[in-house]
């Protein structure tokens, strides 16, 4: 037998066992959508269910299915605001903001939308936690603060459109918590500036809390900064005018003492 004629009788005896593997494959039973008739309501309350529960996988595809299945039924909107938490519990933060922007997006007068401001804010601010904890990191002058900030931003929003909100009371103590948090950030970073002979920047610094977070805790630590700062420079009619606002307004700071002998030594 020559070699083509082989070659094709090999192909005649493989031929009907691929057919058959394949005609095989179709009799696997094809997996089951047990939800398969399930009404939105239906749909909904195992949702809800399983978010008691912490399955939050489960949740989400129930939640989907809702809103494949019933586009415009009320469960749709109710499942969209519910995924946004369902996605933050999941930790999955971008995904969540995501959704909660698809939904003030598309439904700005829905009676809850405060709600998807409220967990716009609320993502970002757990986001921040981590960095406004330490306040900063070794090289203070590199942080990246703009999750901080976005979070004060989502509030601020939220409590601008909806000042009556069942939200509204909570954003402004968290916006407070951020405000006083980052003006000790660019404290820290001030200091940072100075301990390494970087006096310009350290005063620069100590002067943006003051103008930027007049109200906070931070601006005692900041006038210390700018104090030593501008001894260092050699500029001691600044020293002594940022020394006096210090003793003016924290009387009992315990920088004083050590701050007063500086400037009267560069004097």
Partial sequence: MSFSMRRLSKLFFIGPFLVALLAGCSLLPEQIDETKGWSAQRLYSEAKSAISNGNYKTAL??????QARYPFG?????????????????????????????????????????YAYYMKGLINFERSNTILDRLAPNDRSKTDTATARQSYNDFSELTRKFPDSRYAEDARQRMLFLHNSLAAYEVNVADFYLRRGAYVAAANRAKYVLETYARTPAVEDALGVMTEAYVKMGMPRLAADSLRVLERNYPQSPALPKLNALVKNAG
């Fill in 61 to 66: 595809e129930y939640l989907d299915k809702i």
């Fill in 74 to 114: 009320r469960y749709a909107q109710q499942a969209q605001l519910d995924t946004i938490y369902v996605q933050y519990k999941d930790n999955e933060p971008d995904a969540a903001l995501a959704a909660a922007d698809r939904f003030i997006k598309a439904n700005p007068r829905h009676p809850y939308v405060d």
